[in-house]
C-alpha cells in the first residue's frame, strides 16, 4: 500500500495553501513569464476567490456546528452529507483551490497558475486518498455510497 494511505500527513492543508499561495505571488512578481489576464478582465478573479472563501467557510462551518474534527487524522465522529456535500466530497479543498485559482486570474500572470496546481496535485496525491481510505475504514457501505453518488471534486 502506498505511504500516503498508511500514515496520518506530516502538514495540514493550510499549510500547503498558503506555501502555495506565496508562491504564486512572488513568481508573479519575480517571473511573470505572460500576462494573461489583463484589467478588467482579471477583476473576474476576484468573483472566484469570493465564491472559493464562501464554499471552504460553508463547509467548515457545517463541521463546527456538528463537532466534526476537520484535521487529517483526527478521530472521526461521524459524515456531512449535506449543504456543499451535495455536489463535492471535497468543499474545503475546491474552495481553497478556488480562492487560488482567484488569485491567479488577478494577478495575470502565467506563473501564477503554478501555485492552483500544485496546490491541486498535493490534494489529490497526500490527503484525498489518506482521507478515503479513512473515511472508508471507519464508516464502510455509507462512506462508500457517498463516494458513489457525489463527486470528489465537481
Not at 40 to 57: E, K, R
Not at 103 to 112: F, N
Request: net charge positive.
Amino acid at each position: 500500500m502506498p505511504q500516503n494511505l498508511k500514515q496520518k500527513p506530516r502538514f495540514i492543508p493550510p499549510v500547503y495553501f498558503f506555501l502555495f499561495l506565496f508562491l504564486m505571488i512572488v513568481l508573479h512578481f519575480i517571473l511573470p513569464v505572460k500576462i494573461l489576464f489583463h484589467a478588467p478582465g482579471s477583476y473576474a478573479g476576484f468573483l472566484l476567490l469570493a465564491a472559493g472563501a464562501a464554499l471552504a467557510l460553508w463547509a467548515r462551518l457545517l463541521f463546527r456546528i456538528r463537532n466534526i474534527p476537520v484535521r487529517p487524522g483526527e478521530e472521526l465522529k461521524d459524515l456531512e452529507l449535506s449543504g456543499p456535500y451535495r455536489f463535492t466530497r471535497n468543499p474545503m479543498y475546491l474552495g481553497m483551490t478556488l480562492i487560488l485559482l482567484g488569485g491567479s486570474v488577478a494577478l495575470g500572470s502565467l506563473t501564477s497558475f503554478l501555485g492552483p496546481i500544485a496546490f491541486w496535485s498535493v490534494i489529490n496525491v497526500i490527503f484525498i486518498p489518506f482521507e478515503e481510505r479513512k473515511l472508508e475504514t471507519t464508516f464502510g457501505q455509507r462512506y462508500l455510497d457517498f463516494k458513489n453518488k457525489v463527486r470528489r471534486w465537481l
